[in-house]
């Protein structure tokens, strides 16, 4: 019999989290709800931009030494200063003179969260969960299930469209792109702005490396593949202006054509 589903929805981050669970909301469902959700409005506690008082601010309006502040920022600082040298300088979380992980962030405070159910998924106690937070997902399912989630890639620019649909088993998917949120992508690089319409979506293992490579991917374009083959993603999609490249494994990939004879 295949596991009942219910869905739980918070704001959070300056959007929404939603998380869905298969399986029976019992306490211990209950109790790993309430840690996930707990651990990415800590996480924003720390690491967002916005607030005065959080780490990330302190850090750069007081000058405040790393060692100073909660260990999740040099935690993080030194995945952003990875990030920036395999892609080239594509991503730079010090590109404006000071630190701000805003583009790697919130993918690793995901997989931090959806870390609360593992127990209950090793032990086979939920089905599935899925934590989706502003659109990006990390979605996993139990060793044995058959459940697989089937997710919908928006068109950039046409309302209802799907460019493309994916299944995942246990990963995730991120897209990054100016149709939501318009030209905010900027390339560290040269300061220059992307105006659009681009967008990337990347699959990968994780969140945290899924969001950001989407952000490389968005902000390189589809003239611009040089930094794929030392992706560690899974595959991904980048469109701009009616332009489509696809990518699996670190190549480049197009549509199977089949081939008649005779």
């Not at 920022?73 to 080239?88: K, T």
């Not at 309302?159 to 949120?181: F, K, M, N, Q």
């Amino acid at each position: 019999m295949t596991a009942p589903a219910f869905t739980v929805t918070k704001p959070v981050m300056g959007t929404v989290a939603s998380l869905t669970v298969k399986g029976a909301r019992t306490v211990a469902v209950e109790t790993a709800i309430a840690a996930a959700l707990a651990r990415l409005r800590d996480d924003e506690r720390v690491f967002s931009t916005y607030r005065v008082d959080s780490d990330v601010s302190r850090l750069r309006d007081e000058g405040l030494e790393l060692g100073e502040l909660d260990a999740r920022v040099a935690e993080v600082a030194v995945r952003c200063r990875d990030l920036r040298l395999a892609s080239g300088g594509r991503f730079d979380a010090h590109w404006q003179g000071w630190f701000d992980p805003t583009g790697y962030v919130k993918g690793w405070s995901v997989d931090a969260a959806a870390a609360a159910f593992d127990e209950l998924l090793a032990d086979g106690v939920v089905e599935a969960v899925g934590l989706n937070v502003g659109g990006d997902m990390r979605l996993r399912t139990a060793p044995g299930s058959d459940h697989a989630w089937t997710v919908g890639i928006a068109h950039p620019v046409h309302a209802g469209v799907l460019l493309a649909t994916v299944e995942i088993v246990d990963g995730a998917v991120a897209t990054s792109g100016t149709a939501e949120r318009g030209a905010h992508l900027v390339d560290p690089r040269t300061g220059d702005r992307r105006a659009g319409p681009v967008s990337a979506t990347v699959l990968a293992d994780d969140l945290a490396t899924a969001d950001a490579w989407a952000t490389v991917a968005a902000i390189a374009g589809v003239d611009d593949f040089a930094w794929m083959p030392a992706a560690p993603v899974a595959s991904g999609v980048v469109w701009e202006h009616g332009d489509v490249r696809r990518f699996a494994g670190g190549v480049e990939v197009t549509a199977f054509r089949s081939a008649v004879v005779g």
